[in-house]
């Protein structure tokens, strides 16, 4: 199966997975995806794909752009002083930097590198973005954005960013907003830290211990994602285990929670 129809084909499963939980909301989807030669002839190049959802109704529009410009800031872009807020134009915007770092970056190693080394010029940069169901009760929506990029390595990177909104108002909503500005951190890492341990998934099969691999027990690392049952804190790969980990993501319910809570 060709890499972008899964790609797009998993993206739009997840949009229409999450329609039916964000009724009131409306959105809409920006998508591209293409491939770009090295020079003219060549048979190495460039991959791209972006399938980014953002809001555009169902909120007052200073709440819409609001939150439609910190995806931009913190998603896309990644520049603090970016007061843009149309997504489209953000995602070509992304596309078109990609494009021009690829030219310039492996053009510049084809002294030191024959192109039949295809793993040195074949990259590729995949951006996917998507809100998870509206927590209305709460006021909280969070947006999850995936990031994919292989730069001719022994392996690409993959990265996962959320960020929850107040659906009030449009701002970003952090940990000190929800526990409170001096919530006990040590009580809550060690609650994490009770998750994870207990999470078989990190056990091995045969002694039923808990692998000895990871650099650091769990913390509120302000990757968090709010749903329905509670909160999911996320860690990146090289975050607090190897690469081969994967994401790793750590679960605690309200009723846990409760004592944390503002």
């Known amino acids: 199966m060709n890499k972008y129809f899964r790609f797009f084909a998993t993206a739009l499963a997840v949009l229409l997975a999450l329609c039916a939980c964000n009724r009131g909301l409306s959105t809409s989807t920006a998508s591209d995806e293409g491939e770009v030669p090295l020079q003219e002839g060549s048979e190495v190049g460039y991959t791209y794909a972006y399938s980014v959802s953002y809001l555009t109704g169902g909120l007052p529009k200073e709440v819409i752009d609001n939150i439609n410009g910190a995806i931009i800031r913190d998603h896309i ?74 730069m001719g390595g022994a392996h690409g990177m993959y990265d996962e960013s959320y960020t929850v909104f107040d659906t009030r108002d449009g701002r970003i909503v952090t940990e000190e907003d929800l526990f409170g500005p001096d919530y006990d951190t040590e009580a809550l890492s060690s609650l994490m830290e009770d998750a994870l341990l207990s999470d078989p998934e990190y056990q091995d099969e045969e002694s039923g211990e808990f692998s000895d691999a990871f650099f650091s027990m769990p913390y509120p690392n302000g990757n968090f994602s709010v749903e329905a049952e509670g909160i999911t804190w996320h860690f990146n790969p090289y975050d607090i285990a190897p690469y081969a980990y994967g994401v790793i993501t750590v679960s605690l319910g309200w009723k846990e929670l409760e004592p944390f809570l503002k």
């Not at 998507?130 to 954005?145: A, G, I, M, V």
């Open 77 to 150: 872009l990644f520049q603090d002083e970016i007061t843009e807020t149309d997504v489209r134009k953000a995602c070509e915007t992304w596309k078109e930097s990609g494009i021009e770092g690829y030219l310039s970056d492996a053009g510049s190693m084809r002294d030191d590198f024959d192109e039949e080394d295809s793993f040195m010029f074949n990259w590729d940069s995949d951006l996917k973005g998507y809100f998870l169901p509206w927590q209305k009760k709460r006021q909280l929506l969070t947006y999850c954005c995936e990031t994919s990029d292989y």
